[in-house]
């Protein structure tokens, strides 16, 4: 698992097609509240004709906000943009100038082993020309995937690859939508994308090959309005949960305190890590009832839970006794 606090903290990531021309006064206006991240698409939500257009008016909204920041405080996510491409991500930094000091890191769609050495080498690139961390985030959604002879030999090969710049890798995203695509699927508002079995089957895949060392966050919910939208969302962010995933693509503000209350951790959860964590190393027991005296602790099984219960309550908080879940 990953030890350190970052790696948890993504959260709500907020997709927006990057020529929106209202993002820089949403942002400075706090709009969309101050816990979330925010991922500006030059990717699938722009036409292909209009690339050129959307990387200017990407670059003016940054700069929008690096200006707006000099004489106002208010909340600046972590900002991450998804690239078409291994090239783009070189033209767009010298595009952005200066307001590149905004930017979080790089979302890499479609990563596949045809692609994966171009990117991984753009961002070392990048990372050594603004001699800070930039982080990556590939997304697994290509149609590779659904190759069963295949599909183990991919993951672990791109894993292999990731290596290199291991502590770079935020998060490992999955494609949902891209996935569902390729087999006609669209699931309805009350039905989690963890019933979709094929589908399903390549998450548990993606999780059992990368889980135990990488954060794996989980796919876009497209329903914010509407019969039934929150709890279906409810529903699946505890899939999610149980799977093994951590945070959440979301396309609409209203899915954004969905998101953070879900992984708000309970107080029962957060005294059980840190009993666990806390254990006295000289006592002959290594197991023991937890403090609420409902169930078992095991120091040596429960440790990396534990842990990544401290992450989690950091990032997102710890509900206290007798409030709503």
């Not at 709009?31 to 990717?43: H, I, M, V």
């Not at 005296?293 to 095991?298: A, H, Q, S």
Request: charged share 25%; hydrophobic share 40%.
């Amino acid at each position: 698992m990953k030890n350190a606090s970052i790696y948890y903290s993504v959260g709500a990531l907020l997709y927006c097609p990057a020529n929106r021309e209202t993002i820089a006064p949403s942002i400075i206006g706090q709009k969309f509240g101050s816990r979330f991240s925010l991922a500006l698409c030059l990717e699938d939500t722009i036409g292909d004709s209009h690339v050129e257009e959307a990387e200017h008016c990407l670059a003016a909204s940054l700069r929008q906000i690096r200006r707006a920041a000099e004489h106002t405080s208010f909340y600046i996510p972590n900002i991450f943009i998804r690239v078409r491409c291994p090239g783009q991500i070189r033209r767009v930094l010298r595009l952005l100038g200066d307001s590149a000091a905004l930017v979080s890191g790089f979302i890499l769609p479609k990563f596949t082993p045809e692609n994966a050495d171009a990117y991984i080498q753009q961002m070392i690139s990048a990372n050594e020309q603004l001699a800070r961390k930039l982080y990556l985030m590939p997304i697994y959604e290509s149609a590779c995937l659904t190759d069963l002879r295949r599909r183990c030999e991919i993951l672990y090969t791109l894993k292999e690859k990731l290596s290199q710049v291991e502590e770079l890798v935020l998060n490992i995203r999955v494609g949902g939508n891209d996935l569902c695509h390729l087999y006609s699927f669209r699931r309805h508002a009350d039905e989690s994308i963890h019933r979709i079995r094929p589908v399903a089957d390549i998450f548990s895949d993606i999780l059992a090959v990368y889980g135990t060392d990488y954060v794996v966050s989980g796919a876009v919910w497209e329903y914010y309005s509407g019969d039934g939208w929150k709890e279906g969302l409810i529903k699946e962010l505890a899939d999610d949960k149980l799977c093994g995933f951590i945070g959440k693509t979301v396309i609409h503000p209203n899915q954004i305190p969905v998101v953070n209350e879900a992984y708000c951790v309970s107080q029962k959860d957060y005294d059980d890590a840190r009993s666990i964590l806390e254990w006295d190393g000289s006592s002959p027991f290594a197991v023991s009832a937890n403090p609420a005296r409902e169930r078992m602790n095991e120091q040596k099984t429960h440790a990396n839970w534990a842990r990544q219960i401290i992450y989690l309550a950091k990032a997102y908080g710890v509900t206290q006794p007798g409030s709503a879940r």
